[in-house]
């Protein structure tokens, strides 16, 4: 089965940085294009940044220029580089296939608050 799992959340403040991993086995990661979601309280689900099989990025406009998606194939992990944070960034993010939906993992919450 497809395991994903996701870290590096945590209580920051507005204007701080901070880096999310994912790691996902069960497959061969390689051939998928991955991306990052969040989910805030109340809100819909929204796909903040996508990055696909061969790098290429692409994001959502709120976050452009603030956040970067890498991945690293030899190690099956996608990473999201987050600055200049503030509190509309608050989420549980989560990360999954784009094209192809493999498993929800169970997110790691990102706060942004003084």
């Known amino acids: 089965q497809v395991q994903v799992v996701e870290s590096g959340g945590g209580l920051v403040q507005p204007g701080g940085s901070l880096t999310l991993s994912c790691v996902v086995s069960?497959?061969?990661?390689?051939?998928?294009?991955m991306g990052w979601y969040r989910q805030a309280p109340g809100k819909q689900r929204e796909l903040v940044a996508v990055?696909?099989?061969?790098?290429?990025?692409s994001y959502l406009d709120s976050v452009k220029g603030r956040f970067t998606i890498s991945r690293d194939n030899a190690k099956n992990m996608v990473y999201l580089q987050m600055n200049s944070l503030n509190p509309d960034d608050t989420a549980v993010y989560y990360c999954?296939?784009?094209?192809?939906?493999?498993?929800w993992g169970q997110g790691t919450q990102v706060t942004v608050s003084s």
């Open positions: 990055i696909t099989n061969d790098g290429t990025a």
């Open positions: 069960g497959i061969i990661f390689s051939i998928y294009d």
């Open positions: 999954n296939g784009v094209h192809t939906i493999l498993s």
